[in-house]
Structure formats: C-alpha cells, structure tokens
C-alpha cells in the first residue's frame, strides 16, 4: 500500500519535481521555504480521502489553508493564468494506481477541478496519520468541539491527528511487536498515556500528569504511543512526521529513531521532514542492511526551481544543508581559535 | 626543510623551529613510557610549544577503521588525548619552559583524518572542556589554543609548516 511517487507541476513552491518514494522511511531535507512540510501534506491528503472520502482537492485546500479557501491560490505563483497538476501513485495490492488533481489560478472551488484516478484511489483504503510540528494533544478537548463547530483557521492536519489519538483500541490482543514498542516508548516518557473525558493525562509514578503541564517533546512521544497503540501505525500505513526533533531532548532522538525504524520494519511507511542533524545521523547509525531508508535533499537550481536529489546512502546526501552548516561552524571555530579572537 | 614522521603522515617545519618526535623522545631516551603518555609532536618556536597528535583513521587496515571511528565519535579517546596532553605539558613545565605567567604558551592540535566537521567540531568542544582549557583563577591558561581538525585545514592555516599524507 506504500506510497510510490509525486509529480508536482505548478504546484505552490514548485514548477515542476518529480520524487521517487521507498517503502520504507524517506527523510526530507533542505532549508527553509524548499517545500518540505508541502510534499508531505499533498502526500498525507492523498491517503486520508481514501477513508475520509473527501474529494482530493477539497482535502488539499483542508490542509493548505489558501485565503478564502480558494485552490486556485495554491498554483504557483507567477504572471498571467497557468495550469497546476499533482498526482500520487502507491502500490495497491502490487497494482501502481494514481489520483491527480488538475486546477487554475483562477479555479475558486474544487467543484472545478479535474481529479483523475479517484474511483480506484478510493477502492484501496489506507490508514494515515500526519504529526504536525506543533504539539495540539494538550489542547485537545477545547479544540476538537471547536473545529467541530466554528470555522476556526487551523490547517485540517491539526484536527485529524486529534481525532487519531481519541480513536478506542483496536479488538483483540496487542502483538508482541508492538507491544515492546509500546515498553520502550513508556521507558522513554517514564509513563503511560491515559485518557479520561477527552483529556489525555501521562501516569507516571509520580502520579497523573495533565498534558498542559507534560513537556512538549514527551508529549508527542506519548501521541507516538497512542498511535501505536490503537492500532493506527500497523503494517501499511503512512506516518507522516513534520520535524520530528522539534522540542526533543537530543537525547531521546535516538530511541525515537529506533521505534521508527522497527515501524519501518513492521511495514510502516514513514515520510520525515527534517532540519536536524542528530535524526538523519541517529537513521544512518541505526539502520540495518535490510532496512529501507532513503534521503531525498531539496534545493533551488540556478533558475530558482525546487529540484531533488534522491539516495539510499547517508554519505551522498547532497546538497545537505544541516551538513554544510556544520561545516561552516567548524570553519569559523578554526578561524576564531587561530586568529586568536 | 626539516620534517618529522607519524606513519604516513608527514610535517614539514622551518629551521627556526625545533622540531621533536616527542613520543619517541619519551619511550626510547626519557625511557617513561611506562609512566607518561605523550603526544606525537612538539613544535618549539620562538613563543610557542605546538603540541601535535595525530590520528590517522584513513590509514587504519580494513575493517579497523569503522570501529575506530566509532570509538572517536563516542568519544572513548578523550581521555586519551587528555592524559597525552597533561604528561607532555608536566615534562615541558618540569624542563622550565612553561612556568609561570610569563612561561611559553601551549598550543594542542589534534590532527584527525577519516571524519567529518561535525565530528571535529564536536571532539573539539570535548577536548577543551575535558583538558581544561583554564582553571578559574589561575595565572595563565594551560592551553591557549586547542583544535582537532583535519591535515588539509592544518595546512589552510599553517603554511609554512604543512602536513603531506
């Protein structure tokens, strides 16, 4: 069921990229404003109107918030009219099937887009679920009935993964797979996740914690958990992750990385988008041979149009920012230290 | 030009340098070593003690050179380089060089091949904070400049003593 590629053509930051996706866990990397958080949400849209049944245009505009919810703002930007086009391809039971969406600048609702694919993009299910960067876990309970009534301007990413964390268990045992996930992710918090009248809570023997007063990073590990444990994150589905290190101690990246990759291994697919040099190193340092990682580095050419460099090695990464920026620190502490500032 | 040798590693100096195998000076002269640790190289010059070790991971055999990697990166040679620092400088500040706060300033470099700069920029914070740089308090400092880096940046800096590999 995994996730096999994307073609964005006029498509908000990008003219025209093509990517390449592995079954296993791809890794984002590149500076700011090169689309990264983009490409997993056109991704993450893709997979959740196979159960939510929204149309794929109307999903897009969900979670990209354009003013006035008018999808033709998420063309790329340039004079006159254009055309945008962005397609998904998966695996589906060893079957390639897609869903594109085809729109203009000047289309204002997704009643005037052309969506190909969808009859058979919808005939095969798959369960996703998008971590966003901010935390919303802590204000669950308010959010949710909010969202539910008001128009309130929070990218739709923000609900689902709410409503992801409140879904029950899954009936029948837990497998053994996940449950030394589920033990090492508690070793991690030092708790487990409970949730009583919609408020997520962390039991620890010191007690019950509510989540307001749980740090940020701990938190999100504890929506790791609860994904894991009602069943969302099972063998072929997507987890998408928008910079996983954000509000983690470096110290506990490596433990996360390595309940990734046992997903992974599981027949998780995993999609990251990363700033951090401590993910990607923790990724090279701990994957197996049989394990499929692959980095895709995005950069702007000489022409300023977002390009992607794909490779299944850590060492090729290129270009990879958080690596050159290393570089220059190390640099300039040979200069400071012999220059004798 | 006068040149002293760490396996393949070379180090070319001036004349007006004194130029020492130090480790050497201390497991075949000194006949120490089975008391002090030392560093590869001393460099004398006119108002300085370089103090050079070398760490050559690329030259390591096959199959040796991960795991010594590994071992740098976890930092499981610190201590090493620390001790070899300390015993280097006790030999120069019992010989009289470096006394007092008018005495000879130290310099330590650490020449690594085989890693990356993020890996010699951390290494580097370790190495200060583990030699210590300072002591609060005290007259002089025992190193005035400490950097691990790779023989290509050495030679960006020191020209006129350059490092072939």
Redesign the interface.
């Known amino acids: 069921m995994s996730l096999t590629k994307v073609r964005l053509h006029n498509f908000t930051a990008f003219r025209d990229l093509t990517i390449e996706w592995g079954p296993g866990i791809n890794v984002l990397v590149g500076e700011n404003a090169t689309g990264k958080t983009h490409i997993l949400k056109v991704l993450y849209a893709a997979c959740d109107i196979t159960k939510s049944k929204k149309h794929f245009a109307e999903k897009l505009v969900r979670v990209f918030l354009p003013s006035k919810d008018i999808v033709g703002r998420l063309v790329h930007r340039q004079r006159g009219s254009s055309q945008c086009r962005v397609e998904v391809a998966r695996n589906a039971n060893d079957v390639q099937i897609s869903i594109s969406a085809a729109f203009s600048s000047h289309t204002k609702s997704h009643v005037g887009v052309t969506v190909k694919g969808a009859q058979k993009w919808y005939a095969h299910p798959v369960e996703s679920v998008y971590i966003p960067v901010k935390e919303m876990l802590a204000n669950a309970p308010g959010f949710r009935s909010l969202y539910a009534q008001r128009e309130v301007h929070f990218e739709e990413v923000y609900a689902d993964v709410v409503d992801r964390a409140y879904l029950p268990l899954l009936k029948g045992p837990v497998d053994q797979e996940r449950r030394k996930l589920l033990a090492e992710l508690q070793r991690i918090m030092e708790g487990r996740i409970k949730v009583e009248e919609e408020e997520f809570f962390l039991q620890s023997k010191q007690g019950k914690l509510e989540f307001s007063l749980v740090a940020e990073g701990v938190r999100k590990l504890g929506l790791l958990w609860l994904l894991i444990q009602n069943g969302t994150l099972l063998k072929g589905s997507i987890l998408f992750w928008d910079e996983p290190e954000a509000n983690l101690n470096p110290r506990l990246i490596g433990p996360l990385m390595e309940i990734l990759l046992q997903l992974q291994r599981m027949g998780v697919q995993i999609f990251l988008a990363t700033h951090d ?1 401590v993910v990607l ?1 923790e990724l090279d340092l701990r994957r197996q041979e049989n394990d499929d990682l692959r980095f895709h580095a995005l950069y702007y050419d000489d022409h300023g149009n977002v390009r992607c460099s794909s490779t299944d090695v850590y060492d090729r990464i290129h270009p990879n920012a958080i ?1 050159d920026t ?2 220059s ?3 300039r ?2 200069e400071r ?2 220059s ?1 500032r | 030009m006068p040149h002293l040798l760490e396996g393949r590693l070379r180090l070319q100096y001036p004349n007006d340098v004194i130029g020492i195998h130090f480790d050497q000076l201390i497991a075949q002269q000194e006949k120490l070593s089975h008391c002090m640790k030392s560093v590869d190289f001393v460099l004398q010059t006119r108002d300085r003690l370089i103090f050079v070790e070398v760490k050559d991971f690329d030259a390591a055999p096959t199959g040796h050179v991960s795991q010594a990697i590994r071992d740098f990166r976890q930092a499981r040679f610190d201590q090493d380089l620390v001790y070899k620092f300390r015993d280097t400088f006790l030999y120069y500040w019992a010989n009289g060089l470096i006394c007092g706060p008018t005495g000879i300033s130290v310099d330590y470099f650490v020449l690594v091949t085989g890693l ?3 890996d ?2 951390a290494a ?1 914070d370790r190495l200060r904070k583990k030699l210590p740089l300072s002591i609060s308090g005290a007259q002089r400092q025992l190193a005035n ?3 691990v ?1 790779h023989p290509r ?1 050495w030679n960006h ?1 020191f020209p006129n003593m350059p490092v072939t590999i």
């Open positions: 040099y190193k690596l290393f570089g620190l190390y640099e502490e040979i230290t012999l004798g | 990356s700069s993020i010699l920029l580097t400049r400490c950097l880096l940046d800096h």
